[in-house]
C-alpha cells in the first residue's frame, strides 16, 4: 500500500487554460475527497464520492469545478477557464465505511500546487 | 457544524511534553473529537480521535473534559520532527453526508526548538 498519489504535484497555468488533477486512493478505500487549502489555511472541502457516485459538493466548487470517480478508483479534479484565485493546494483524501464507524479516517496525499498567472 | 477554537501557535522544547489545547463549547452529544496535523510541504495526517473517554496511541494521547467542551492534544516528548500545523476537528458519523467531510480551522502552529 502505497498510500494516496496526486499528479502532477505542481501546475503552472496561465489564466483562461483548463487543468486537471489526478488523485489515486489507497486501494479498496471507498470513499474519495477533494480539498482546497490557501497559503495560511486550513484544508477546505470541495466534494466527495462514495465509489463512483458524488454525494456532496461545497458551495465553493463552482460551475468552473468538475470532479469525476468513473470507475470508483481513481478521480480527476478539472478546473475550466482558471482564475487566479483558484492558485491553491489541491489535496485528495481517501477512507473506507468499513471497520470502525466512528472513525472514517482520512488518508490524504501530498497535494497539488496550482499556480495560475 | 460546531466550531473550535484553538490558540495561533505554540512553542515547545525537544524532549518535553507539550499540551494542545481546543475549545469547542457547542459540541454536540454525537460530536466526535479529531486531531490531524500537517508537516510542513505535506498533506494532514490522522492523529487521534476520541468521544468521552481519554485515549492513547503511538502518536498521542487524547483528554476530554468531563463536560466535552475543551479537550487537550498531549504530546509526550515532543521531536524536531513534530513541528507542524495541528488540528482539532468535530465530525458526527450520524451525518451521514455532512458528517463525512472535515472542517477545519487555522489549527496552531507548534514550533519545536532544539
Known amino acids: 500500500d502505497t498510500g494516496v498519489s496526486q499528479d502532477p504535484r505542481h501546475k503552472i497555468t496561465k489564466r483562461g487554460q483548463n487543468v486537471t488533477f489526478r488523485c489515486d486512493p489507497i486501494?479498496?478505500?471507498?470513499?474519495l475527497y477533494w480539498y482546497r487549502q490557501t497559503l495560511g489555511q486550513g484544508p477546505e472541502f470541495l466534494t466527495y464520492?462514495?465509489?463512483?457516485?458524488?454525494?456532496?459538493k461545497s458551495r465553493l466548487l463552482s460551475d468552473r469545478f468538475s470532479a469525476e470517480r468513473p470507475k470508483g478508483s481513481f478521480s480527476t479534479l478539472e478546473i475550466q477557464r482558471t482564475e487566479q484565485g483558484d492558485s491553491a493546494m489541491y489535496l485528495c483524501?481517501?477512507?473506507?465505511?468499513?471497520?470502525?464507524?466512528?472513525?472514517?479516517?482520512?488518508?490524504f496525499g501530498p497535494g497539488t500546487r496550482l499556480t495560475v498567472t | 457544524d460546531a466550531k473550535t477554537t484553538q490558540p495561533n501557535s505554540m512553542e515547545s522544547n525537544e524532549e518535553e511534553p507539550v499540551h494542545l489545547p481546543c475549545n469547542h463549547s457547542?459540541?454536540?452529544?454525537?460530536?466526535?473529537i479529531h486531531w490531524y496535523r500537517q508537516l510542513p510541504s505535506q498533506g494532514p495526517e490522522y492523529v487521534i480521535h476520541g468521544l468521552t473517554s481519554n485515549v492513547n496511541n503511538r502518536m498521542a494521547s487524547l483528554a476530554i473534559a468531563e463536560d466535552r467542551k475543551s479537550s487537550t492534544l498531549i504530546l509526550h516528548r515532543a521531536t524536531l520532527r513534530d513541528a507542524a500545523v495541528y488540528y482539532c476537528?468535530?465530525?458526527?458519523?450520524?451525518?451521514?453526508?455532512?458528517?463525512?467531510?472535515?472542517?477545519f480551522g487555522e489549527g496552531t502552529q507548534l514550533t519545536v526548538n532544539p
Open positions: 483524501a481517501s477512507s473506507s465505511i468499513k471497520g470502525q464507524a466512528n472513525s472514517y479516517e482520512q488518508y
Open positions: 464520492f462514495q465509489n463512483e457516485a458524488q454525494l456532496e
Open positions: 476537528i468535530l465530525r458526527d458519523p450520524a451525518q451521514e453526508t455532512s458528517g463525512s467531510r472535515l472542517t
Open positions: 457547542t459540541i454536540s452529544g454525537t460530536d466526535y
Open positions: 486501494s479498496e478505500h471507498n470513499r
